[in-house]
């Protein structure tokens, strides 16, 4: 009976895992993505050491500690923060949603994690990362020269530019009335 068990467990993972698209980051591309998603620059290097350590890169790593205590993905979120087959947990999240290639579900239930509990929530990067020398990435492009921001439309800017010198014709109107 327990060897049909575990039997049905690997081909049901085996399913999941090749219906999701999986993708392994280089260094650099895993720089890109993490500021594109909204990490700070201030813990880029820990978050990139952290990700190097718990799923190299690869975001559809899963482990599998007991039954009731499994990781996913590229930051090996645990089951608590997802549910299986649905949303839930602490993320509101598939734990599915943590295996696929779009990693902004995956970053914004990290920072979640982070934000509760730090990251001594990772194991390896208590480990591996903390007090460590961390990966250099400032040799990587968009350290260097991140994306430019999108500037306003034009009539925003155009609004912006008239409000500033009504302001300016006020303010002149003033002194010289004095």
């Given at each position: 009976?327990?060897?049909v068990?575990?039997?049905a467990?690997?081909?049901i993972?085996?399913?999941?895992?090749?219906?999701?698209q999986?993708?392994?980051?280089?260094?650099?591309?895993?720089t890109?993505?993490l500021?594109?998603n909204?990490?700070?620059?201030?813990?880029?290097?820990?978050?990139?050491?952290?990700?190097?350590?718990?799923?190299?890169?690869?975001?559809?790593?899963?482990?599998?500690?007991?039954?009731?205590?499994?990781?996913?993905?590229?930051?090996?979120?645990g089951?608590?923060?997802?549910?299986?087959?649905?949303?839930?947990?602490?993320?509101d999240?598939?734990?599915?949603?943590l295996l696929?290639?779009?990693?902004?579900?995956?970053?914004?239930?990290?920072?979640?994690?982070?934000?509760?509990?730090?990251f001594k929530y990772?194991?390896?990067?208590?480990?591996?990362?903390?007090g460590?020398?961390?990966?250099?990435?400032?040799?990587c492009?968009?350290?260097?020269y991140?994306s430019s921001?999108?500037?306003p439309p034009r009539?925003?800017?155009?609004?912006?530019?008239?409000?500033?010198a009504?302001?300016?014709?006020r303010?002149?109107?003033?002194?010289?009335?004095?």
């Open positions: 009976m327990a060897h068990r575990v039997t467990i690997i081909l993972g085996a399913l999941i895992f090749s219906m999701v999986s993708k392994v980051f280089t260094r650099c591309q895993l890109r993505e500021l594109r909204g990490f700070s620059r201030t813990f880029l290097s820990n978050w990139v050491c952290l990700i190097e350590q718990e799923s190299d890169r690869n975001t559809s790593a899963y482990h599998e500690k007991t039954p009731r205590k499994k990781f996913y993905g590229l930051f090996q979120i089951s608590e923060y997802c549910k299986e087959r649905r949303k839930g947990g602490k993320c999240i598939s734990c599915e949603a696929d290639e779009d990693i902004r579900d995956d970053g914004i239930c990290a920072q979640k994690v982070f934000e509760l509990e730090g990772w194991s390896r990067w208590e480990a591996r990362c903390k460590k020398t961390l990966p250099d990435i400032e040799k492009p968009d350290w260097q991140p921001r999108v500037s009539d925003k800017r155009m609004l912006r530019g008239r409000r500033s009504l302001r300016s014709k303010f002149s109107s003033r002194i010289s009335r004095k």
